[in-house]
């Protein structure tokens, strides 16, 4: 049910980008990405909906190919606010589940 | 604005003891949610209600009880307490729950079982 997320890690330098990657193995409706720094909770960036419309963060960007049953979230000029580790979620009915995660250092 | 909250911050128990999490919103959401959070790992859905006097389990509801008498508060019950229950737990809470609503985070309870 857990949505596989890769890579597991990547480091960045400034002004680099990066994507992330989330599958699942269950129909999707939407896809929910999340930011969380160390020692902190999570903190909502986007939501992709099924047929295209996205809401949330005007500085990152993603897709959601239904069909793949996939989303990337695309990261651009990474600053190095952007650390922390990104998580995708999707909905199975009421419950929610997120994915593995993916940590992300973006280093001077 | 006050959002989500949940008390206490930090918390250390010993085994076979319980404890009850406390969880706020002020926010008028209806879902309300409960996760933990092991060292290192994903967040795992333990309960979660989509009202006031409805719940259910999620992913790894063992160990663990649950209430929703008023929209406002979740409380999380601990009852004997594991070692293997040591965790960060997080309440969350979403509008109407629907699958195109953000949920919104409290800042964490850091337990420990000794």
């Known amino acids: 049910q857990q949505p596989v997320q890769s890579p597991q890690a990547v480091i960045l330098r400034e002004g680099e980008d990066a994507v992330i990657n989330c599958s699942s193995s269950?129909?999707?409706?939407?896809v929910h990405w999340y930011r969380q720094k160390h020692g902190e909770a999570p903190v909502f960036l986007m939501i992709?909906?099924?047929?295209?419309e996205q809401k949330g963060h005007e500085k990152i960007s993603a897709s959601f190919n239904e069909k793949k049953q996939q989303s990337s979230l695309y990261l651009t000029a990474s600053q190095l606010s952007y650390s922390g580790t990104y998580f995708c979620?999707?909905?199975?009915?009421?419950?929610?589940?997120f994915g593995t995660g993916t940590s992300l250092t973006v280093i001077p | 604005n006050a959002g989500v909250t949940q008390t206490p911050k930090f918390r250390i128990l010993k085994i076979g003891q319980s404890m009850t999490l406390q969880c706020a919103q002020d926010?008028?959401?209806?879902?309300m949610y409960w996760y933990r959070q092991d060292p290192g790992m994903g967040l795992k859905l333990i309960y979660y209600?989509?009202?006031?006097?409805?719940?259910d389990k999620g992913e790894v509801p063992n160990g663990y009880n649950v209430s929703r008498s008023t929209t406002e508060d979740f409380p999380l019950r601990l009852e004997l307490a594991a070692p293997s229950q040591t965790s960060v737990y997080f309440c969350?809470?979403?509008?109407?729950?629907?699958?195109?609503?953000?949920?919104?985070f409290g800042d964490g309870t850091r337990l420990s079982i000794l």
């Open positions: 969350a809470s979403s509008y109407f729950g629907g699958q195109d609503q953000p949920q919104h």
């Open positions: 269950k129909a999707l409706y939407s």
């Open positions: 992709l909906l099924k047929g295209g």
């Open positions: 979620g999707t909905h199975t009915g009421n419950q929610f589940y």
């Open positions: 926010m008028n959401h209806n879902y």
């Open positions: 209600s989509v009202g006031a006097g409805i719940t």
